[in-house]
């Protein structure tokens, strides 16, 4: 869980990231080619399925996380009439914008890396590409 000064947001826009589009730590990456949300549990379960591939290559890989889930969502009950206020913070979620960079890795081939990257694709909500530093 994050500390925030405020429990609940509003939603926001997920405006174009000048920033976070450059490689700094690893050979490879994942970019986005959308803006979207993706949700804390969407981020570990990509997690673990680079670090699987990895491990199961033989590989000693880094990965970098390069996405935070630090804004809350919030969910109503199930059946509850619409008004009485905002719903109760229900999870976490990390505003993307196209062109940013999700995920980074070194320490693996250039193969093990792609087929690794299209396996993390199919977990995530926003379509990506496949980077390599040069």
């Not at 199961?56 to 804004?71: E, F, K, P």
């Not at 109503?76 to 976490?92: D, H, I, L, Y």
């Not at 062109?99 to 792609?114: C, P, R, Y």
């Amino acid at each position: 869980m994050i500390r925030t000064k405020y429990r609940k947001y509003q939603k926001g826009k997920c405006r174009q990231n000048i920033y976070n589009c450059s490689l700094h730590f690893g050979r490879y990456a994942i970019q986005s080619c959308e803006t979207g949300i993706v949700r804390a549990q969407t981020i570990e379960a990509t997690r673990r399925v680079l670090s699987r591939k990895f491990r199961l290559s033989g590989s000693r890989a880094q990965i970098w996380i390069r996405i935070c889930a630090n804004v809350p969502i919030t969910r109503k009950p199930t059946e509850v009439r619409m008004g009485k206020g905002k719903g109760n913070p229900a999870g976490w979620v990390a505003r993307v914008s196209k062109g940013q960079i999700l995920f980074e890795m070194d320490g693996v081939t250039l193969s093990n890396a792609q087929s690794a990257a299209r396996y993390a694709s199919h977990k995530l909500n926003v379509a990506t590409k496949f980077v390599q530093w040069k």
